[in-house]
Nanobody, 122 residues
Framework: QVQLVEFGGGLVRAGGSLRLSCAAS????????MGWFRQAPGKERTFVAR????????YYTESVKGRFTISRDNAKNTVYLQMNSLKLEDTAVYYC???????????????WGQGTQVTVSS
């Protein structure tokens, strides 16, 4: 049974930092592209970042470029999202997900975590 479990969400002041982790089990982690998505209250889920199987390539939505960094450790079956210079508009539930395809489209992600809340306050 595949499980993705996110850790690290919480409440942070604007300008602060958080590091999200997502631990995977039940799948061959290194064969999956891993992504982070987020869903703000009353809005649709959107792509945040993804990382290639080897970790050599990363992609970000425009609004987080230069502030967020996605990384992975295939030996630990874990993907990370380092979030710096957080803004009020980063408030959302953050989900990690795994895909067989190199894509930012959530419809192609096969496995999802339960989500972790990130709240940025002023």
């Amino acid at each position: 049974q595949v499980q993705l479990v996110e850790f690290g969400g919480g409440l942070v002041r604007a300008g602060g930092s958080l590091r999200l982790s997502c631990a995977a089990s039940g799948l061959t982690f290194s064969t999956y592209v891993m992504g982070w998505f987020r869903q703000a209250p009353g809005k649709e889920r959107t792509f945040v970042a993804r990382i290639s199987r080897s970790g050599g390539n990363t992609y970000y939505t425009e609004s987080v470029k230069g502030r967020f960094t996605i990384s992975r450790d295939n030996a630990k079956n874990t993907v990370y999202l380092q979030m710096n210079s957080l803004k009020l508009e980063d408030t959302a539930v953050y989900y990690c997900a795994g895909s067989r395809s190199d894509t930012s489209w959530d419809r192609y992600y096969n496995y999802w975590g339960q989500g972790t809340q990130v709240t940025v306050s002023s």
